[in-house]
């Protein structure tokens, strides 16, 4: 840091607290926004607190002047935030900066209209960016992580701020999408339920008046829920809203939407192109989607331990392993298909045993009595429409329909 003088110093804080007083008095949402985003690391904010760091007494300025000091306790701890986080004090940054997004939030409360909304969505971002980073340190330090913990509270208060009727209502989903990232951060992903009840029930909330950003990363988060619920066709509806509005340009998210949504269309019997996994970098589901197609277990099995971290990660391996009834169904029409083209009069009446040798050239050891069991299964789930004749061990395929598609269904549970 190049010599900063006690002048250059006070000229920079007075400046600041002129620049917050003005935008609070004209009501101009973007230019507080800019004082308050921590983590933009601008220059003038970094240029602020290496002012904070040699003045040491800010404090006393805002008592000088009733212009200041009507936000003083929202600047004073405001000013300490931003000393720790300059000086890599995160923890510290992070408990001041509550505090003056406290005061914040109360002021925000008083003023009538919605103006500073912009400025609250920034309070919000930067309260759960600062409290993942105060964490990592608290860790790496030997001490408990907590601060996620506390900023997930403080913004369940931020929401009921905004919970009501009026134009600040409009908020409440920005609120809630950061709720959502702490949540499934933390694996406290219960506690969406409460919100999401909010959302989806109370009359002074009608979705589509809320910001498309908002609508997208809602249904994002609400979709990814319904797939740890194994909900799919609400897991399908949410996440292909998520898809069909998000920004075109934004591949990134793009691509979080799909890691999520494809795994839900495989489930509901519908494939993706091999041009969306390539465009994406989803190659991870490229074999799943082969295996689907030619009914090869062993392709499955190796996809799916071959990528395992990956899908635990994602929370998705346990619906890709619930795939296999697919690839078994599809594994017995081919066989149902080479004999009919053998002997059509013979194509329905399938031995199991033709079933185990089918398997045995995959490399996977069957006997009669557990194929026969995955054969029972897959009948009761109406992957295949047939019955036994047990004494000959055969599978009597229905002669309209055997294997019916999912049509965008799930699989009978």
């Known amino acids: 840091m190049a010599y900063l003088s006690m002048g250059e110093s006070h000229r920079r804080i007075t400046d600041y607290l002129n620049r917050f007083s003005d935008a609070v008095y004209s009501q101009d949402g973007a230019a507080l926004?800019?004082?308050?985003?921590?983590?933009?690391?601008?220059p003038y904010l970094l240029s602020l607190a290496d002012a904070l760091n040699v003045f040491q007494d800010a404090n006393r300025l805002l008592k000088q002047s009733e212009k200041y000091a009507q936000f003083g306790e929202i600047t004073a701890p405001l000013f300490r935030s931003l000393q720790n986080y300059r000086l890599g004090n995160l923890a510290d940054a992070y408990q001041a900066f509550e505090k003056a997004a406290n005061a914040f939030t109360q002021e925000f409360r008083n003023w009538e209209s919605a103006w500073a909304l912009e400025a609250l969505y920034v309070v919000a971002y930067e309260i759960r960016v600062l409290a993942e980073?105060?964490?990592?340190?608290?860790?790496?330090?030997?001490?408990?992580?907590e601060k996620l913990k506390g900023a997930g509270s403080f913004l369940m208060k931020m929401f009921g701020v905004l919970a009501g009727k009026g134009p600040k209502r409009v908020g409440a989903l920005y609120v809630t999408c950061q709720l959502f990232k702490i949540y499934f951060k933390l694996g406290?992903?219960?506690?969406c339920r409460s919100v999401i009840r909010s959302i989806e029930t109370a009359r002074f909330f009608d979705?589509?008046?809320f910001p498309k950003r908002d609508k997208v990363t809602y249904m994002y988060y609400t979709g990814r829920l319904e797939?740890?619920?194994e909900n799919f066709p609400a897991a399908d509806h949410k996440l292909s809203y998520a898809l069909m509005h998000c920004n075109p340009r934004n591949e990134a998210n793009i691509r979080m939407i799909l890691k999520y949504l494809i795994p839900v269309k495989l489930s509901i019997g519908i494939l993706p192109q091999d041009w969306l996994l390539k465009k994406y970098n989803l190659v991870e589901y490229r074999n799943v989607v082969l295996a689907l197609k030619r009914g090869d277990l062993r392709l499955l099995r190796?996809?799916?331990q071959e990528h395992e971290d990956r899908?635990?990660?994602s929370g998705v391996f346990l619906v890709l392993e619930k795939l296999e009834l697919q690839v078994y169904q599809r594994l017995l029409k081919k066989i149902y298909i080479i004999q009919k083209q053998k002997d059509p009069s013979k194509a329905h009446q399938m031995k199991l045993e033709v079933i185990v040798k089918a398997l045995k050239w995959l490399e996977i050891d069957m006997d009669l009595d557990e194929v026969e069991c995955i054969v029972a299964i897959l009948i009761f789930k109406n992957l295949v429409k047939g019955y036994f004749a047990h004494k000959s061990k055969v599978v009597v395929l229905s002669k309209q329909d055997p294997f019916p598609k999912l049509n965008g269904k799930p699989v009978n549970s």
């Open 133 to 145: 980073r105060a964490d990592r340190e608290l860790a790496s330090n030997g001490k408990s992580p």
């Open 207 to 209: 979705f589509e008046e």
């Open 188 to 191: 406290t992903v219960h506690l």
């Open 33 to 42: 926004s800019k004082l308050l985003s921590f983590s933009s690391n601008s």
């Open 311 to 313: 899908f635990l990660r």
């Open 227 to 229: 797939v740890f619920n």
């Open 302 to 304: 190796h996809a799916l």
